[in-house]
């Protein structure tokens, strides 16, 4: 809405009509307040539509034309919906549309969807049906559980219809509420047009005693809020058409349908929806050389509203009332803004805007078949123009629009001639150019005072009329999407100019767009300061003026008593008196309110008039310096009734003339050229105060009825336009940090790669090569040019926009921050992506790729530090903490990754609206995934990946003495060196991220390894039963246990496999998080002695506490943060989730351990188990970190009987070995190596787990260690 409606109520709350015991009145106001809301609604969740519904409705992934058209529904027999659908707005279900719909391609773009994005949500389109669903429920439900035999990936129908459900699940946990909240959204419109027409229905019965239509209509406010309430319904049925497209519509209904527990199954109320959100089956046409519907999502394009608004019609009566209403009267009387009679389209435009709309309900009969109305319509308010305004920037072009009625398009085709478009066309560049004169004239340093605003106050409010006519005539018309007339309004000059072009073919560009806008807000923003200042003080200046005036009329009299020095002018008695007598009324000229003005104002007029018929006297013509007086006199006289003639009605008229509502989505076109403007002078930065406080003034119009009613949404919906407004400040001001990031990129470039690091001493011969003087006159010339741009910025003033204070310097600092983070981000993206194959990876190739990594990690160590190295440099120029800003964005860069690659173990996912680290303002990009690592999200997971690969158990070794992996010849692919690059290329923040991505891969094999356990394992549950009770007691050997192990281990012998990989990945990521931790503590204790101190001493106090949970949940995970980023505690202790117990659990590791220790073999090189045979994957630290992990997670009683059973098993296999020695030597051979790994292992395992030797003692004699490690 425009500042009309809030011009026009600024005395609307002294109404009658709108009094608090008035019912009819508040129920009409509460009726607007409420469609204000829901447009309100509609836009904000219009930027917020789930991807899955853009991929499921059939929108392509870029923004490129489709030639493809809908397919129309084929009759179906069955379905209890089926009469809900009229066979012409109904589409194939088996092929979905694929027709571009410009409204939803928008959507993307606004959103930054990426392109990751999409792709993910492409797995959710197959249970995302449309209303051909509602035709036969059971069939497409059977879709989903009906898969073929075999799925593409060798997978059972079973598995495949289990991993849809879940996915189903997954969709339902993380988008239902947003679902929720459409659904409300849609219900909340059939509620106003159920109100809307019950309130009809209620005037029109009698109900509201003394009103009736007519009688509603008759009042100024009850007049305007009627045609209000009729034109918002069918504002919203076009902005949900243009915003939600039908598609995306009638999946989310659906989806609300199968998800929902609140009564989705209510078939009225899915009837009712159905009805409203079903799709038209019109989709956008295809972009032209004119106004785009692919690029502006505020441009309206034909779309049947006829048979939309049938859908749920309003009463006829109401409509035809208010079409008349509309048509004759004026309803926001705003002709004090716009007195001119060519200006009335202008002063009209508001109603305009409704008559569009409301002509067409009833069928849009008007529109057809009345063309004398029409004729009368267009003559009145479109005599001049032709692109309307529809509601908040909003616009529609009418010679598209009404092609299709005859009478309208008869009616139309009388004024849109080609040369009348012409004659418009030059009438505009001619009064574009006049505007531009007059506003560098007024615009002049030291022409606008207090005494020239007043001596032209009507000359300057006029020049404001003209500018805004020009702009808004101009902006309006170059979206016109008529080929023809686009050609003309949008034509270009051969050469750019600073004005336009008045001969030829008077181009107008879209810079004399914006040097009109710049300069005309700038005008606009001073008359209404000096307004202001005047309204404050006008009685002190009628005081003043009063003073000085009638002061001058006693020296006029004392001048002419002749007494007076140096005078040489006679005694004259008669002007002593008159003169006299003049000071007299003039000092008893009163300053009163009201009508006394009036009477006031005519004396004032006298005594001019008297002060000029005194200089025909001869005394006083003759004498310069008396006429001198006079008119001193008389102007101070004059600037007292300008004074007194100031009132609000004056600030009221600017701010309606410089209404931009209908603008405020053409601004987004404009912003290149401001951008371009700023970067050639930074002086124009000065410039866009004016221009920001102009459009602000278009955020009143959807909420002036809200505060009216003092609703409770007035903050939300506020909220939401200013938040729209700040983020186009933003967008305009973004140019200054670009441009001063854009240069802090080369002072990086010379810090990194230019300039030597100054060492502690220098010789004094080589002084002059560390000097270095050209590079460093460079970096003061560049960190001029920051402060240039800064400055620009800096001296603009805090502004309020919509409840939202604009501060300046913040801005800049946000600017800075987004630049930084984009760049990073993409440095971050670009420097780690890993060239690892996914299946043919060798020795050789790991060994290769581990070093490019390497080198990866240091430059970007490298460019990483430039960049921080840059910030401080600045940090002076642009009034910004450098150090504290790098640290800040730096580390939400890494935690916001971690969470997005966190996502994929996570059934609850995190969203980018639910993220505690993504922000609207300074927002972290995401990139699309990498072909060579398509399960990583992002570099953090790629960085994960790669140490994986790196360590991979098949070709590596690890070494706890040595602390790293090594290739069988003994090169080190992993170790400290490696992790302390990994530090230095993403610092504290980034080797903490990995370790969160290792403890949640770490969960995941956990929660794998239990749900195999109770799927796979629990099967066999009789054999484990059977060996514990063989086994039974621990302590003691078994009979025939070579035997019961044999048999166990050959039954067995299908869990092994699953077990063996999960308990090798569960322990390579528990070492390299011991890795991690331990660089983490060694930099603490150099770096920050005293943070490690006071974390270790904090910890303790808590562990020694009474109740160490005391603390509350937040601070509670910032101490275990901050424990984890100073090295402290051990992964190998961590415990990751809490699980029922597993029965049987130490009986299968026993086995697995039988089954493994066989393939491996004590390294004293490395001091570990390492494979017997190479390829295979198995590793000896891995497996006991992973099998120390998992008992890690169930009561100590596990890891005592796992203990237990290898001390058995020890016991029994040194009695094996004494009794085959007499038979077999290779036999004998065979065993005691095994019998030894063993040992190897059991030590390890006790030494990983913090276990006491004396608990291993207790199942393995220590002589017997001793004795075993002999053989």
């Known amino acids: ?669 404009y912003v290149k050229i401001i951008h371009s403007r700023i970067s050639k002078d930074p002086s124009n930065v000065n410039l866009l105060q004016g221009f920001f406080l102009k459009l602000s003034n278009s955020l009143d119009g959807p909420v002036v009825r809200l505060k009216q009613l003092k609703s409770p949404e007035v903050e939300r919906v506020t909220g939401y336009y200013s938040s729209q407004l700040v983020a186009f400040v933003r967008n305009v001001l973004e140019i200054v940090p670009v441009s001063v990031f854009g240069i802090l990129v080369q002072i990086s470039d010379i810090f990194e790669r230019r300039l030597q690091r100054l060492p502690l001493k220098i010789q004094g011969d080589k002084l002059g090569a560390y000097a270095q003087l050209g590079e460093r006159y460079k970096l003061s010339m560049m960190a001029h040019e920051i402060s240039i741009f800064a400055d620009g910025v800096l001296s603009m003033d805090n502004s309020i926009i919509g409840g939202i204070e604009i501060n300046p310097r913040k801005l800049l600092d946000e600017g800075l921050r987004k630049e930084m983070v984009r760049h990073v981000s993409e440095l971050l993206y670009n420097l780690l992506q890993f060239d690892f194959a996914a299946d043919s990876e060798t020795a050789a190739s790991i060994t290769k790729h581990q070093a490019a990594a390497m080198r990866s990690l240091a430059s970007l160590s490298r460019r990483l530090e430039g960049f921080q190295s840059a910030l401080e440099c600045i940090e002076d120029y642009v009034s910004i903490h450098g150090l504290k800003m790098w640290h800040e964005e730096f580390s939400r860069i890494i935690s916001y990754n971690v969470e997005q690659e966190v996502n994929k173990y996570l059934l609850k996912k995190v969203l980018d609206a639910d993220s505690a680290f993504q922000s609207e303002i300074v927002p972290i990009p995401r990139f699309p995934r990498t072909q060579n690592e398509p399960t990583c999200i992002n570099f953090m997971g790629r960085m994960v990946s790669m140490l994986i690969k790196i360590t991979d158990t098949q070709y590596t070794t690890f070494s706890i003495e040595k602390s790293g992996w090594f290739m069988s010849d003994g090169t080190e692919v992993c170790g400290l060196k490696t992790v302390s690059l990994l530090r230095q290329a993403v610092g504290v923040y980034g080797l903490t991220g990995i370790d969160r991505l290792l403890c949640y891969r770490i969960l995941h094999e956990l929660h794998r390894f239990v749900k195999f356990f109770r799927t796979n394992v629990t099967k066999q549950g009789v054999l484990l039963e059977q060996l514990r009770d063989e086994l039974y007691p621990e302590w003691k050997t078994p009979t025939k246990a070579v035997s019961i192990y044999a048999s166990g281990s050959k039954k067995a012998e299908m869990l092994m496999l699953p077990m063996l990989t999960c308990f090798r990945r569960i322990g390579q990521a528990q070492l390299l998080r011991r890795m991690i931790r331990f660089e983490l503590g060694r930099c603490s204790r150099i770096d920050a002695k005293t943070l490690l101190q006071s974390v270790s001493t904090l910890n303790a106090s808590i562990l020694s506490s009474e109740n160490p949970f005391e603390e509350s949940p937040p601070e509670l995970k910032k101490f275990c943060d901050m424990s984890l980023a100073v090295g402290l505690g051990d992964p190998l202790q961590t415990v990751f989730m809490a699980t029922d117990p597993l029965e049987g659990l130490p009986v299968l590791l026993l086995l697995c351990v039988i089954a493994y220790v066989p393939k491996l073999s004590y390294n004293a090189m490395f001091g570990s188990l390492s494979k017997n045979k190479s390829g295979y994957p198995i590793d000896g630290w891995p497996l006991i970190a992973g099998i120390s992990t998992l008992l890690k997670q169930f009561h100590p009683s596990y890891s005592k009987s796992f203990l237990a059973y290898i001390g058995q098993f020890v016991r029994v296999s040194v009695a094996a070995c004494f009794e085959r020695k007499q038979v077999r030597k290779d036999v004998a051979s065979q065993l005691t190596e095994d019998l030894r790994s063993m040992l190897v292992l059991v030590n390890q395992f006790c030494d990983i787990s913090s276990i006491p030797k004396s608990a291993l003692h207790e199942h393995i004699p220590q002589y017997l260690m001793e004795m075993c490690s002999d053989l």
């Not at 849609?186 to 009698?206: A, H, M, P, W």
């Not at 690029?295 to 006829?306: A, N, R, T």
């Not at 009221?652 to 209404?659: L, N």
């Open 1 to 669: 809405m425009s500042s009309s409606s809030s011009q026009s109520t600024s005395s609307s709350t002294n109404s009658p009509f709108l009094a608090p015991e008035n019912l009819c009145g508040q129920t009409l106001l509460q009726l607007v307040g409420e469609g204000h809301t829901i447009l309100a609604s509609i836009k904000i969740l219009s930027e917020r539509i789930p991807p899955a519904f853009l991929v499921a409705a059939g929108i392509p992934q870029n923004n490129g034309p489709s030639n493809n058209n809908d397919n129309e529904q084929s009759n179906n027999s069955g379905g209890m919906f089926l009469n809900l659908f009229g066979k012409e707005e109904r589409r194939s279900s088996n092929k979905p549309p694929t027709a571009s719909s410009s409204s939803t391609n928008n959507i993307l773009d606004d959103n930054q969807k990426s392109s990751c994005d999409m792709e993910d949500a492409k797995k959710y389109t197959p249970f995302l049906f449309d209303f051909s669903y509602l035709h036969n429920p059971e069939e497409f439900e059977a879709t989903l559980t009906n898969q073929d035999t075999t799925t593409t990936d060798g997978r059972s129908n079973n598995n495949a219809a289990e991993d849809m459900a879940d996915l189903e699940r997954e969709f339902a946990i993380n988008h239902l509420p947003t679902i929720q909240e459409y659904y409300t959204l849609f219900t909340s419109i059939y509620n106003y047009q159920s109100e809307l027409n019950r309130f009809s229905s209620d005037l029109t019965k009698g109900y509201f005693i003394q009103y009736t239509v007519e009688s509603v209509l008759l009042d100024q406010e009850g007049r305007a809020l009627l045609c209000e309430a009729v034109w918002l319904y069918g504002v919203m049925l076009i902005v949900l058409e243009r915003l939600l497209p039908g598609p995306i519509r009638e999946r989310l209904i659906i989806a609300h349908f199968r998800f929902s527990n609140e009564g989705g199954g209510d078939v009225s109320t899915i009837e009712s929806m159905c009805k409203l959100c079903k799709g038209t089956g019109i989709h956008p046409p295809q972009s032209t050389n004119s106004a785009s519907f692919g690029q502006h999502v505020s441009h309206k394009y034909p779309m049947e509203e006829e048979r939309l608004f049938a859908r749920y019609p309003l009463p006829v009566d109401l409509v035809r009332n208010v079409v008349g209403c509309l048509i004759s009267d004026d309803v926001y009387r705003q002709s004090s803004a716009f007195p001119n009679v060519d200006q009335r389209s202008i002063r009209l435009s508001r109603q305009a805007s409704m008559l569009y709309v409301v002509l067409f309900f009833d069928n849009a009969v008007v529109l057809r078949e009345e063309e004398a109305r029409l004729r009368e319509i267009v003559d009145k308010y479109f005599y001049d123009n032709w692109v309307v305004h529809v509601y908040a920037g909003m616009t529609a072009d009418l010679s598209i629009e009404w092609k299709r009625f005859r009478a309208a398009k008869a009616a139309l085709d009388n004024v849109l001639e080609v040369e009348n478009v012409k004659k418009m066309h030059i009438q505009n560049a001619k009064l574009i150019g006049q505007c531009m004169a007059e506003l560098r004239a007024y615009l002049t340093m030291g022409i606008l005072t207090d005494s020239f605003v007043l001596d032209n106050r009507h000359d300057l409010l006029n020049c404001l009329r003209k500018c805004n006519i020009a702009v808004r005539w101009r902006i309006l018309h170059r979206r016109t999407t008529n080929a023809v007339y686009h050609g003309i309004v949008c034509a270009t000059a051969s050469e750019v100019t600073a004005d336009p072009k008045l001969q030829g073919d008077f181009a107008v560009n879209d810079t004399h767009v914006v040097s009109l806008l710049l300069l005309s807000s700038q005008l606009e923003m001073q008359l209404k300061h000096i307004f202001t200042q005047l309204l404050e003080k006008k009685e002190s200046i009628w005081i003043n003026c009063r003073a000085k005036a009638s002061g001058m009329m006693e020296d006029l009299a004392q001048y002419f008593e002749g007494d007076v020095t140096l005078a040489r002018v006679s005694r004259h008695d008669g002007l002593i008196d008159w003169f006299t007598s003049m000071a007299s009324e003039i000092r008893d000229l009163a300053y009163e309110s009201g009508d006394h003005f009036t009477v006031t104002g005519r004396k004032i007029q006298l005594c001019v008039q008297a002060l000029e018929d005194v200089e025909q006297y001869d005394l006083v013509d003759r004498d310069v310096q008396v006429k001198t007086f006079l008119q001193e006199s008389r102007e101070l006289l004059l600037q007292m009734a300008r004074a007194v003639g100031i009132n609000e009605s004056i600030t009221q008229d600017i701010k309606f003339i410089s209404d931009i509502s209908y603008g405020v989505e053409s601004m987004k076109s």
